[in-house]
């Protein structure tokens, strides 16, 4: 499993360019949270943690869903 770090650069599975913001928790739940931002257009996303180190299903083959650059 990756570290998961504020300031590092990831690229999405699609091809996007994500830049960590912070660390968070659900203000509810208490869920860790990502806080993170598209490099290109400036978006700024929350995505649950146990997420960021899911693989996914692209055309048969298990990726990470964000892979650490």
């Given at each position: ?8 650069i ?60």
């Amino acid at each position: 499993m990756q570290k998961i770090t504020p300031g590092r650069i990831y690229r999405h599975y699609k091809g996007n360019l994500y830049k960590i913001i912070a660390l968070a928790k659900h203000s509810e739940t208490g869920e860790d949270m990502i806080v993170y931002q598209n490099t290109e257009k400036g978006d700024i996303w929350v995505r649950p943690a146990y997420m960021w180190n899911e693989s996914v299903n692209v055309d048969g083959k298990n990726v990470l869903r964000f892979q650490a650059l």
